[in-house]
């Protein structure tokens, strides 16, 4: 019955007189709205929904009215009337029996995630943020433990980037392709030894090359990081960096001798705790991360970015989990580093490399 409604306010939209569309559109939305509150009839005055909000939860009043936004029954506007019409039009775009009951309330839904997403996406710096200058120490020793070597033990940030599935947008379709072949969204973030994000930058079309996003994130612009002294580890599409950011990464294959395949080796049992990271942030997340994310990619990357902050309360709250298997399907093997000549501004990190190499290299003959 609420099918045949919907569908007789459709037609008689299409065959309406220009002159009356106004008036007419007014009534048919008045009319429509005592229409489903008159055949919806709740069981034990509450809707039945297949997922329901548990009004005991205080953390919910800092997001929405409770009161105002799941009450019972309420008029619709205009505009949600248009919204219902559209879906009702075509089957493939809504579902049949208890999902009608809740149709109502499901419009809301997107209003109170964007409220959700931009709130997380303003206080970010409250749970990813460079540690302290006491805590540099705590940093280096953990990724030294990672790596097996004290060598390592000024490293204090591993890098690198995650591609997030999207559905693109028709326009602009291709920049979202990347070069595995999927749709998706970048996002670049440092993280520390545990695995916590230190800084995040998201947004760029999969397409864009590591290196790209590096060189217009906030992380390589500011200078801030790392300190003088103490360096980060990025794989092999990332330049080897001394300044304006010390980024370490590994020689490239086939290296030439043993010394530098004993660096590779280390350097990379370090550097990994990023792409575990990611890992547990897709399946701590699994219902968002591991399909492609049904919003507008102006929108996503305000979702990524709030799942990396959930990621990082999680784990300040002792909640630590293991990734899944399937987790590292969206772990892409580095690109291929650009070559093009260092910037002004630039001083490429092999020296600095290179000493780290023969530091590694000693301690092993000694041991």
């Given at each position: ?47 039945v929904t297949y997922c329901r909000v548990n009004f005991d939860v205080p953390i919910l009043r800092l997001w ?304």
């Open positions: 019955m609420i099918k045949a409604n919907f569908m007789a306010i459709a037609d008689e939209d299409v065959f309406v007189n220009r002159k009356k569309v106004h008036s007419i559109n007014t009534q048919i939305a008045f009319d429509a709205t005592f229409n489903i509150l008159d055949v919806a009839k709740w069981p034990g005055d509450r809707p929405c009215d409770v009161d105002l936004e799941t009450r019972q029954d309420f008029r619709l506007s205009r505009q949600a009337m248009h919204s219902l019409q559209r879906l009702m039009r075509r089957d493939q775009d809504h579902g049949w029996g208890n999902e009608y009951e809740v149709l109502i309330y499901s419009i809301r839904c997107s209003q109170i995630h964007h409220r959700v997403a931009q709130f997380i996406w303003d206080n970010l710096h409250r749970a990813i943020s460079f540690p302290k200058p006491a805590d540099m120490d705590t940093v280096g020793n953990g990724f030294a433990h990672l790596a097996g070597t004290l060598v390592l033990n000024k490293a204090v940030g591993a890098i690198d980037g995650c591609h997030v599935r999207i559905k693109p947008p028709s326009l602009h379709r291709l920049d979202y392709l990347n070069y595995k072949g999927f749709y998706s969204i970048n996002m670049q973030a440092i993280c520390d030894h545990s695995g916590k994000f230190l800084d995040i930058f998201v947004g760029y079309p999969g397409s864009v090359h590591d290196t790209r996003i590096l060189k217009n994130s906030s992380f390589y612009l500011s200078r801030r990081y790392p300190p003088n002294g103490y360096f980060i580890l990025g794989d092999g599409g990332y330049p080897c960096l001394e300044t304006p950011a010390s980024i370490i990464t590994p020689y490239r294959e086939p290296v030439n001798c043993q010394v530098q395949r004993k660096f590779n080796y280390h350097q990379s049992r370090a550097r990994s705790v990023v792409e575990r990271a990611f890992g547990v942030m897709k399946t701590r997340w699994r219902s968002t991360l591991f399909r492609a994310l049904e919003v507008r990619p102006t929108f996503a990357p305000q979702v990524i970015a709030s799942c990396a902050f959930l990621h990082n309360v999680c784990l300040d709250n002792g909640d630590v989990l293991e990734p899944d298997n399937d987790a590292a399907l969206d772990i892409l093997d580095p690109e291929p580093p650009l070559q093009e000549a260092p910037q002004v501004h630039e001083r490429p990190g092999n020296a600095t490399r290179d000493r780290l190499a023969a530091l590694i290299n000693a301690h092993a003959v000694e041991n």
